[in-house]
């Protein structure tokens, strides 16, 4: 799979002194400035310290299953275009060489709910989605907004996500909530809705993660 992250630093240069120094133990495949420079860090075929603890699906150790790719972005800001058409030659080119689907090409926030953030809500996956890089909730947009009655039920939200590929930490819905409003409802706030239900129950039935 490949694992999208922002670096949270000031600038690239300050990101890529930290993902190249060994005392940090931290690293990922590839970093990508703003202005569309990017560094390969370490070989594709190599293990990179990009994810860290979490999972999706059955993929306990993400690091020996995936790409990561770092984005120069504190954060609190939308990427810039050089950066966005950089990533996007990346990942056609991962993607091919690794024969990885779009529904694997997921954010830091979607392995580790409540633990990351990142790629955040300023990330632009709709552009992702609508060129095949990765999924998105477009089919699901009639359902969002429709009129729906009765109580959302967080057990019905859980075992939708569990099946899209999202794990809760310690068994807790919020931050799996969060990691996917972050994603797929950016503008999403407060309680669980019956418009998160359908989202996540579209996208679960559409790309379901295998559990082999």
Not at 18 to 43: F, I, K, M, N, Q
Not at 54 to 73: C, F, K, M, Q, Y
Not at 159 to 168: E, L, S
Not at 185 to 190: D, F, L, N, V, Y
Request: charged content about 25%.
């Amino acid at each position: 799979m490949v694992v999208i992250h922002f670096t949270a630093m000031k600038t690239a240069e300050a990101a890529l002194d930290r993902l190249t120094d060994a005392a940090a133990e931290v690293s990922s495949h590839y970093l990508v400035a703003e202005d569309g420079r990017c560094w390969l860090l370490v070989p594709e075929e190599e293990r990179a310290w990009h994810a860290g603890a979490g999972a999706w699906g059955p993929v306990t150790d993400v690091n020996s299953r995936s790409v990561g790719i770092e984005l120069a972005n504190p954060g609190d800001r939308p990427f810039d275009a050089p950066q966005m058409a950089v990533l996007e030659a990346l990942l056609d080119g991962i993607m091919a060489r690794w024969q990885v689907p779009p529904e694997r090409v997921i954010g830091h926030s979607d392995m580790a709910p409540g633990r990351k953030d990142d790629p955040g809500r300023h990330f632009d996956w709709p552009r992702l989605a609508a060129a095949g890089r990765a999924v998105g909730a477009q089919g699901a947009r009639g359902l969002q907004g429709s009129p729906r009655s009765g109580t959302p039920e967080p057990a019905r939200f859980e075992r939708a996500a569990r099946r899209f590929g999202y794990v809760p930490p310690q068994g807790r819905v919020a931050p799996v909530l969060e990691a996917f409003r972050q994603r797929f409802r950016p503008r999403a706030e407060g309680p669980l809705t019956q418009e998160d239900i359908a989202v996540i129950e579209h996208l679960a039935a559409r790309w379901p993660c295998a559990r082999t």
